[in-house]
């Protein structure tokens, strides 16, 4: 788990940041923090600036983690080429052009910007079955970067996310943290240089259509900000019918409910479409066309993930014949911490949305985007809104240094030295030193930062 500490050399406004990485029983390298994070921010937009400027104050993104861009097209649809050349390369090249490259496992998205990408343009002439059309979700497309950079048709596959192993046969597998420098080979291993890479990526969240209003993107992130380390004693609830929006998941429902119960999180499998009167929801998998969430009531406390397995659960524009099929909007809007849906029809195939494995991998520490993704075998049409740093259930350490003390003014040479305390056995791995939400130093325990102000200073 990830934890920083901050303290502020006044003589040259550097801001230095402590981040300790603990392996617990059990557990996993695992969460991210603000460094870890660059944040898209759509200047043309005052809503997406607004939750923006909400969350690098909740969250303590660095501003060096922030790009500014301007659009003012289309906030519902894009071609693949304008979400390449837009989005995707510029987000890249500014990666790499601040020296962050080595740090940053999560690309994330304000609200105002399109929600759906047509990849079909970039296939003239090619036909796709119904079942995996290049329609890809802004998110989707943005974790499966490389697929998406490099034209590849492979990315409208049911097992593009190597980061995933499957657990078709309601195997619990361990979890595992994530991060971008990594190669992942099929069946969930670590590999080389011809391993495929990944970004983890969500919106905090969409206003278009059947979205949700400033005001409750910004309640809900408050909500879920609050929620890391609390270990939560609310309920993860496994929702069956007999429709074939649920039945794809039933057989795994078992093992995961069992895998929490020995983790400490309670889990209950009910028959029904829906959740009624509920109050201490903290995960929620289910599949039916309209949850009525509003007439339920259902009380998501804060952290909660939930996820609903139908058609337009991603689609924000307004129905034809309404109510329609329940949007992820109405779980954020009743304070859930995040949710996801499917931006185009998915054909109920379950390879397409989270294991129930995600709320294993969310209660064993894992960032809710970590959860998300290890849990989604072909996630290109998932739509991911919320909060993904959120961390509920993450083992935090109590960190301190020797050598500078908060505030003070430092000149010349200095040694800074890593301290922290747990509540596991094993401890902590490695120590990482941030100055501007740059890495420029990592030490295991034990060990010793030389920080030099007056190349800091010049730099």
């Known amino acids: 788990m990830e934890f920083q500490t901050v303290w502020r050399s006044t003589a040259y406004g550097a801001v230095l940041c402590l981040l300790s990485s603990v392996l617990a029983p059990n557990r996993s390298y695992a969460g991210g923090g603000p460094e870890n994070v660059f944040l898209m921010v759509n200047e043309s937009s005052p809503d997406s600036l607004t939750v923006a400027n909400h ?67 970039d296939f003239p002439g090619k036909t796709f079955p119904s079942q995996v059309r290049p ?161 339920s009531r259902c009380r998501f406390l804060p952290g909660a993930f939930c996820d609903n397995l139908t058609s337009s659960g991603g689609l924000f524009y307004a129905p034809k014949k309404p109510p329609g099929q329940t949007c992820i909007s109405e779980f954020l809007r009743l304070g859930a911490a995040g949710a996801c849906g499917t931006v185009i029809e998915p054909y109920a195939l379950w390879q397409k949305f989270p294991a129930p494995t995600i709320h294993v991998h969310y209660a064993q520490g894992c960032s809710m985007a970590e959860a998300f993704y290890q849990s989604v075998l072909g996630p290109y049409q998932q739509m991911l809104v919320g909060d993904p740093l959120c961390q509920p259930w993450a083992d935090r350490p109590v960190v301190k240094v020797k050598g500078v003390s908060d505030k003070s003014i430092v000149r010349g040479t200095v040694e800074v030295v890593p301290l922290a305390t747990t509540t596991t056995t094993t401890g902590v791995s490695t120590f990482d030193l941030f100055v501007d939400g740059i890495r420029i130093q990592r030490c295991k325990p034990g060990g010793k930062f030389p920080l030099d102000t007056t190349s800091l200073a010049d730099g």
Not at 156 to 169: G, H
Not at 211 to 222: A, C, D, F, K, R
Not at 262 to 289: F, P, Y
């Open 135 to 295: 329609m890809a979700s802004l998110t989707g497309a943005t974790y499966l970067w490389a697929f998406a950079k490099g034209k590849r048709k492979e990315m409208f596959s049911l097992n593009t996310n190597f980061y995933c192993r499957s657990s078709s046969a309601g195997t619990v597998v361990s979890s595992r943290g994530f991060h971008s420098q990594y190669r992942w080979a099929p069946g969930g291993k670590r590999a080389g240089a011809k391993g495929l890479p990944y970004l983890l990526s969500a919106a905090l969240g969409v206003t278009y259509g059947r979205g949700n209003t400033v005001e409750e993107i910004v309640h809900y992130l408050q909500k879920s900000s609050k929620a890391d380390g609390t270990a939560p004693s609310g309920t993860v609830y496994f929702v069956k019918n007999n429709s074939a929006r649920s039945t794809p998941r039933h057989d795994k429902y078992p093992a995961a409910a069992r895998e929490l119960r020995l983790t400490g999180v309670r889990a209950k499998i009910l028959e029904g479409k829906s959740l009624q009167g509920k109050t201490d929801v903290i995960g929620m998998t289910t599949g039916a066309a309209q949850l009525d969430l509003s007439a």
């Open 55 to 121: 969350y690098i104050e909740l969250r303590k993104i660095p501003p060096s983690n922030v790009f500014y861009i301007r659009y003012r097209g289309n906030m519902a649809i894009a071609k693949g080429s304008l979400f390449r050349d837009r989005f995707l390369l510029p987000a890249l090249e500014e990666i790499n052009r601040r020296k962050l490259g080595g740090q940053i496992d999560y690309l994330i998205y304000s609200c105002d910007f399109p929600w759906r990408v047509d990849f079909s343009s």
